[in-house]
């Protein structure tokens, strides 16, 4: 079971690495992101500062719904998830090694990248270490779910636009913990709380949510 | 040998996948449907627009709710039943189960509509304003959005079978989802807010409030089940169109 995780997890990982673009586009994304709203709304420090945790987790948000139209894309294309689905391996250990090396290579460097944005946009120090932590594990709840997404649509040519449609009323619980944690911070609350519940969800999506990657990617692969 | 495996469900469950027994039986349960779904909404409406009393604070403002609440909690109970048909679908194979589901998708989007239509109509004059972000309103908004999501799914997936399991996938994601939305759309409201709309707290009513009220929300289940089998009706047909038994239906009008 776990030799089939790793397997597909390294190969994951190696396929990224050697195609960088698929890896930067998502970061940049959230650097972009982030750049319109003090352009758009207004450059003054405590405006920003008031509205950085709310616009640095929707900038996330939206960079990993970006990130998903590629998670089986290339796979499916080439025929190697149907190869991947007939082999005798286990399919949920398959899906959550999809899901994991999503994480890596989106939402950490996202949560990793979160507080170079976070100075830009004058969210209080105090606040940094909180936002990180959330984002960590509020991204790996975003791939989990959003990899159900993109293992629905995979099979079709439009996809687009129809996951970012799936998937939005899926990620607005993790939207409000993990940006409600952030705000919890910056006004000098506790945030364990709120850290809970996002540890919470994450453990619900990390268990149930392969079955249904796994349930979806048949679904896509039998046409 | 697979003749033999112990039945785990009822026999009319079994009889209710063929689509021929289940166009037959539908035609029998349509006309009680929509005959006593017809007399409750007529009933209701009357009494609760003519006989119910003014509310003391609101007045005659508060009589929405004989919509409203009636057309909210079908829109929680139909995206139910679409998950669970979706479930029984993918779990027996059973094509009517998927029709079904097909079948609720339009009919809970419409009823989550007009929840929200409603409530913003009696916002204005209660609270002020077309819309705010109370916990209630923004869940029913997610709701409508998950439904929509699975009424695009259909659109994109081609074949009906296909289009089917896709969608029960998506609709039970989604059936797990509705509690967490539900209490973390409910926590943020609380914890960003002062409670100053308790007036979606239902006081509780007189009896000759909420009586109408219920007579109304049983007139819109009776109208849910008359306009699913109707439905339900319509895509057997046009599934099954092939089949010599919609042929002999089709040619004998």
């Known amino acids: 079971m776990m030799r089939v995780f790793w397997a597909e997890l390294s190969r994951d990982l190696l396929l990224a690495f050697r195609h960088k673009g698929d890896f930067l586009n998502p970061l940049i994304f959230f650097l972009m992101v982030a750049v319109l709203f003090p352009l758009g709304v207004s450059p003054a420090a405590d405006f920003l500062a008031q509205i950085a945790p709310g616009v640095l987790w929707v900038s996330a948000l939206l960079a990993t719904l970006l990130s998903l139209d590629n998670l089986f894309k290339s796979d499916f294309d080439d025929g190697t998830l149907e190869q991947l689905l007939l082999s005798p391996e286990s399919t949920y250990m398959i899906a959550l090694a999809k899901a994991c090396a999503h994480w890596i290579t989106t939402g950490l460097p996202l949560a990793l990248m979160a507080p170079l944005l976070a100075v830009m946009l004058f969210l209080p120090a105090q606040a940094i270490v909180t936002l990180v932590i959330s984002l960590l594990i509020g991204t790996a709840t975003l791939s989990l779910v959003g990899a159900i997404a993109s293992a629905l649509t995979v099979g079709l040519k439009k996809g687009g636009v129809l996951i970012s449609l799936l998937v939005i009323p899926l990620y607005i619980p993790v939207l409000i913990f993990g940006a409600s944690a952030v705000q919890s911070a910056v006004d000098g609350l506790p945030v364990t709380a709120y850290l809970a519940i996002l540890g919470a969800m994450f453990a619900l999506s990390l268990v149930l949510a392969p079955f249904a990657i796994a349930a979806s990617l048949r679904v896509s692969v039998s046409s | 040998m697979n003749m033999q495996k112990k039945q ?26 929509s005959c006593t779904g017809l007399a409750l909404l007529l009933l209701g409406t009357v009494w609760a627009l003519l006989y119910a009393p003014e509310d003391y604070q609101q007045g005659n403002s508060f009589r929405i709710i004989y919509i409203h609440v009636p057309s909210a909690i079908l829109a929680q109970s139909i995206y139910v039943t679409m998950a669970l048909a979706g479930a029984v679908g993918i779990i027996w194979k059973m094509k009517i189960a998927d029709m079904v589901a097909y079948a609720c998708a339009p009919v809970g989007a419409s009823m989550a509509f007009l929840a929200l239509i409603t409530g913003a109509i009696w916002g204005k004059p209660t609270w002020g304003s077309w819309w705010v972000w109370d916990a209630r309103l923004t869940s029913m908004l997610i709701l409508l959005f998950l439904y929509f999501g699975v009424m695009a799914l259909y659109a994109a997936m081609g074949k009906p079978s296909r289009a089917a399991r896709a969608t029960a996938i998506l609709s039970l994601v989604g059936l797990v989802n509705i509690p967490i939305i539900k209490y973390s759309v409910e926590w943020w409201n609380t914890l960003h807010q002062p409670a100053t709309f308790s007036l979606t707290e239902k006081p509780a009513m007189p009896v000759q409030m909420w009586l109408p009220l219920l007579v109304m929300v049983l007139g819109f289940y009776c109208f849910f089940a008359t306009a699913m089998m109707l439905r339900l009706r319509n895509e057997i047909l046009s599934r099954e169109k092939r089949t010599n038994w919609v042929k002999e239906l089709v040619t004998k009008v």
């Open chain 2, 8 to 33: 785990l469900m009822p026999k009319w469950f079994y009889q209710m996948a063929s689509p021929k027994w289940c166009y037959k039986i539908t035609g029998k349960l349509l006309p009680l449907f």
